[in-house]
């Protein structure tokens, strides 16, 4: 297995959906870089990685939401950090972006774990197969595991944000 390979092919979409999982870049980065030992250390035996190694990090952050106190920190702390490579924005765009950021994160952390999961993999364009094997159920009951919490984040979130782009 060529993990060189398989970290180019994989680890920015893995960034994405964990950054979106946690809402925190940095228990993402963590994750994902476990995920990535692990794999170097003792591979999968099967012949999807890419799931496998998605399983992998959702267990690690998993693992760190335990913990609880770290989490609900670095939460609250990202949601005032900017990026050094992005321009200044104007104090009234940030806080609607951060206004938006909340109650996306808000109507996330309603939904159960496994629905975040579902949704979040789905985003990142995972196959039914592969968000089954990733979340111990059968690729029949994703899509409607899928449905159900799109019905669920559409009753949350205000009916400006449903437009946002």
Same mark, same amino acid.
Do not use: C
């Given at each position: 297995?060529?993990? #060189?390979? $398989? @970290? ?7 960034? %994405?959906?964990?950054?979106?999982? &946690?809402?925190?870049? !940095?228990?993402?980065? !963590?994750?994902?870089?476990?995920? @990535? #030992?692990? $794999? /170097?250390?003792k591979p999968p035996r099967d012949? %999807? ?8 990090? &959702?267990?690690? +952050? ?7 106190? =770290?989490?609900?920190? /670095?939460?609250?702390?990202? +949601?005032t950090r900017v990026p050094v ?6 104090? !009234? ?8 950021? =909340? ?5 996330? !952390?309603?939904?159960?774990e496994k629905e975040r999961t579902?949704?979040?993999? %789905?985003?990142?364009? @995972?196959?039914?197969?592969? /968000? *089954?094997? *990733? +979340? ?5 009951? +994703?899509?409607?595991? /899928? #449905? =159900?919490? $799109?019905?669920? $984040?559409?009753? %949350? ?9």
């Amino acid at each position: 297995m060529d993990a #060189a390979r $398989l @970290f180019e092919e994989h680890h920015g979409a893995l960034l %994405r959906y964990l950054v979106r999982l &946690t809402g925190d870049g !940095d228990l993402a980065a !963590d994750a994902a870089q476990e995920a @990535f #030992a692990r $794999l /170097i250390e003792k591979p999968p035996r099967d012949e %999807r990685p890419r799931a496998w190694l998605f399983t992998v990090a &959702t267990n690690v +952050v998993r693992a760190a939401a335990n913990s609880g106190k =770290r989490r609900r920190r /670095i939460l609250e702390r990202s +949601v005032t950090r900017v990026p050094v490579a992005d321009a200044p924005r104007r104090p !009234d765009d940030e806080m609607e972006r951060r206004d938006t950021w =909340r109650a996306v994160r808000s109507a996330l !952390d309603t939904l159960s774990e496994k629905e975040r999961t579902v949704l979040l993999m %789905r985003e990142e364009g @995972f196959a039914h197969r592969e /968000i *089954a094997d *990733a +979340v111990g159920t059968t690729t029949g009951s +994703v899509g409607t595991m /899928i #449905a =159900r919490a $799109l019905d669920k $984040l559409a009753e %949350r979130l205000p009916l400006d944000l449903e437009a946002t782009p």
